[in-house]
């Protein structure tokens, strides 16, 4: 009988095993983990430090601080492109919590084109088995969620849960929705959640009942185009989830929004690998999971 998995990070995320590793680009070695990449973009921008300052202020808040904004949304970001998109994590991260004392996590939008360490997105083609296609840089973003205080990228503050995981797909999709709306060049939404693991036991009738079980290192990713989300940015974001402060981790499968998110994001989950290029780029390749 097939083994049962657990996303022990966040939640079950469907039959991780059956995935299989991505297709791997010929040549390519591969980075030893992909929190290395994470913690070296997050490490990018200084804002571990504003953020804490951020949580600590808004623990005691009760409604998001805004400041400006229009028909579509009360807040809206001052520029375009990837200055934008920080603007847009920066909003968006400190009012989503791991605990009330705690961010879930800081949020780096990537820069594509960095000199130093610019990074590649592939994905499957539509409508082909085992083929990649890379993401353009210049309608791409890229939003890297990273645990505070944590070496690896992961949450080191609450409890996993489903609930936790459900939260993490809320939070990327306020930022595709954001993404979209106010960055208009912009096709392709792409956020990395935390990384997780994997448990895999034996249920029913196994070789071994006793047999203990086994870690594995998963890493997902939410991705979102921009005709997708269309239908959501014709009417004002409050109609799609509440401006207010976001739900709590055991408030969220209640919320209004819950099934809609749910919705929304199970055909955008992916496993997510990075490796080098021959050319000394870092690629990330996609792989679709089963939708949750």
């Not at 809206?76 to 961010?103: C, K, N, S």
């Not at 080191?156 to 459900?166: D, E, H, I, M, T």
């Not at 960055?183 to 034996?202: M, R, W």
């Not at 009942?209 to 409050?238: M, N």
Request: charged share 15%; proline share 10%.
């Amino acid at each position: 009988m097939r083994s049962p998995h657990e996303h022990v990070a966040d939640r079950p995320v469907g039959p991780a095993a059956e995935l299989g590793p991505p297709r791997k680009l010929e040549s390519a070695p591969r980075i030893r983990h992909a929190g290395r990449f994470r913690w070296m973009v997050a490490g990018l921008f200084a804002l571990g430090a504003a953020s804490l300052v951020a949580a600590v202020a808004l623990s005691a808040s009760t409604t998001r601080v805004i400041t400006s904004g229009g028909s579509w949304s009360a807040w809206q970001p001052a520029d375009t492109g990837l200055a934008g998109a920080q603007e847009i994590a920066d909003f968006v991260a400190p009012y989503y919590r791991a605990t009330p004392a705690e961010q879930l996590a800081v949020i780096t939008a990537v820069n594509l084109n960095n000199p130093s360490n610019p990074l590649q997105v592939a994905i499957p083609a539509s409508g082909s088995s085992g083929s990649l296609v890379p993401l353009p840089a210049s309608s791409t973003i890229v939003y890297n969620l990273c645990g505070v205080a944590s070496k690896d990228c992961s949450i080191g503050v609450g409890q996993p849960s489903s609930n936790r995981l459900l939260l993490l797909r809320r939070e990327a999709l306020e930022l595709a929705l954001y993404t979209f709306k106010y960055l208009g060049s912009i096709q392709s939404v792409v956020a990395i959640l935390p990384p997780g693991h994997t448990v895999q036991g034996c249920t029913g009738i196994c070789a071994k009942p006793q047999e203990k079980t086994t870690t594995r290192p998963l890493d997902i990713a939410l991705a979102f185009d921009r005709a997708e989300l269309t239908p959501w940015l014709s009417h004002p974001l409050r109609a799609t989830l509440p401006e207010d402060l976001p739900p709590t981790v055991s408030q969220m499968p209640n919320a209004p929004e819950a099934e809609l998110v749910s919705i929304i994001t199970a055909h955008g989950l992916f496993s997510e690998q990075t490796e080098q290029s021959q050319a000394g780029s870092t690629v990330m390749t996609l792989s679709p999971m089963p939708p949750q």
